[in-house]
């Protein structure tokens, strides 16, 4: 298997002058810890993570909080918020600048062997340049998981995840960047965050009636409360 059968498409991304406080709602909205930076051709610029934030607000409070530290940013008094909007860093100033990328045909045991001399956890994946996925330890593990060392892979496997990822884009409310789909050798696993028993429903269906799938197995989990709603 290559980047493009794990891959997590449809990015969230930020751009050079998205402000800290903008960058953190994107993280807490959709339950991620990174963001690319991306120029306005989608040229990968750098990476702002969970990490990058902490060190700029890090203090004996946040210390205190555990890792709770930006549940903690959208519920400080007028006094602290005032200061975090007037204090702010840009993406530009607190961004991992040019990060390592790989291509969509990379081979997974390569990403990972990457993600391990590097020390880092994701890496964005990149078509003429251009950011089209991001994998992360977790995709590896999930194609890992599915796919021997030894099986080639399926062109009709990739054809599949697309069919349905773009059903359920086009015919379901459910947010595809939060997805994470792996197909091999027809059958399916459905993992990432949906907000709903019937999202999780549909994101099934959607996967049951595309055209090549064979089973389906539904790992899908439910964002926590209070996430989405910035």
Do not use: C
Request: charged share 25%; hydrophobic share 45%; aromatic share 4%.
């Amino acid at each position: 298997m290559h980047a493009a059968d794990v891959m997590t498409p449809h990015v969230i991304t930020v751009s050079p002058d998205s402000e800290v406080r903008e960058i953190a709602s994107l993280l807490l909205e959709h339950g991620i810890s990174a963001v690319p930076v991306v120029d306005k051709d989608d040229q990968v610029l750098g990476i702002v993570s969970e990490g990058d934030l902490i060190r700029r607000f890090e203090s004996e409070e946040a210390e205190k909080a555990h890792g709770s530290w930006w549940l903690r940013l959208f519920s400080m008094a007028d006094k602290d918020a005032e200061y975090v909007r007037t204090h702010g860093r840009l993406a530009s100033e607190i961004m991992t600048p040019s990060p390592v990328t790989v291509e969509e045909d990379e081979p997974l045991h390569r990403i990972a062997a990457l993600l391990e001399k590097r020390g880092i956890k994701r890496v964005p994946v990149v078509r003429d340049g251009r950011l089209v996925g991001i994998v992360s330890r977790a995709n590896l593990l999930r194609g890992f998981s599915v796919a021997s060392p030894g099986d080639a892979p399926l062109a009709d496997d990739r054809a599949i995840r697309e069919a349905i990822l773009k059903e359920i884009d086009a015919h379901t409310g459910v947010i595809v960047d939060r997805l994470n789909i792996i197909v091999s050798g027809g059958n399916v696993q459905l993992w990432g965050l949906v907000e709903s028993k019937e999202q999780r429903w549909a994101v099934q269906v959607a996967a049951e009636n595309t055209q090549g799938v064979k089973a389906v197995e539904n790992n899908l989990g439910f964002m926590p409360k209070g996430m989405g709603s910035f």
